[in-house]
């Protein structure tokens, strides 16, 4: 009877209360994915505006004379963060969550829009792959598409 009881004890401090072991944390490097436009900055942002959108992100900092834009913190999508393991990549990092990042920068007549994603994970050298940042480009090049594309055998011309 005697040993039961110390066992219940030990059994109910063990599992009573639990405290976090490890805290996510930020990872700071930021990959970023650029490409160049010929707009001026107030298109360039309702372009970023609207790219975002339709991706699915919601805006969590808009500011324009700083030339930047943020998303608002989103869980990791099977493609688009990865960890490398053996000299392999490993996607699908589960429990992990990104923010995008757009500065707009106006460069010699062009604008360049430059997208990065942030993430706070537990796992260690977590990356973006690049998948997610160049949507949001694609969709900010479709946006900032004014004349009819010409297509060719070698590709598209705008």
């Given amino acids: 009877m005697k040993i039961k009881f110390l066992f219940l004890i030990l059994c109910l ?4 209360c639990s405290k976090p072991m490890i805290n996510a944390s930020v990872a700071e490097d930021i990959g ?12 360039a ?10 991706s ?8 324009q004379p700083e030339g930047l834009i943020t998303s608002t913190w989103v869980p990791t999508k099977s493609d688009s963060h990865a960890v490398m393991v053996f000299d392999r990549r490993q ?6 969550y990104y923010q995008l990042e757009v500065h707009i920068v106006p460069d010699a ?12 994970s537990v796992v260690a050298n977590l990356k973006s792959t690049g998948i997610e940042e160049r949507k949001v480009l694609s969709e900010v090049g479709n946006y900032l598409r ?13």
């Fill in 45 to 54: 942002f309702a372009a970023v505006r609207y790219a975002l959108k339709i």
């Fill in 91 to 96: 996607m699908g990092v589960n429990g992990a």
């Fill in 13 to 16: 401090t063990l599992v009573g």
């Fill in 32 to 43: 970023f994915v650029s490409k160049s436009f010929a707009t001026d900055t107030t298109q």
């Fill in 56 to 63: 699915g992100y919601s805006i969590a900092s808009d500011s």
């Fill in 146 to 158: 004014t004349s009819e594309p010409e297509l060719s055998n070698i590709g598209l011309e705008e």
């Fill in 109 to 120: 007549g062009k604008v360049r829009i430059d997208v990065g994603a942030k993430a706070k």
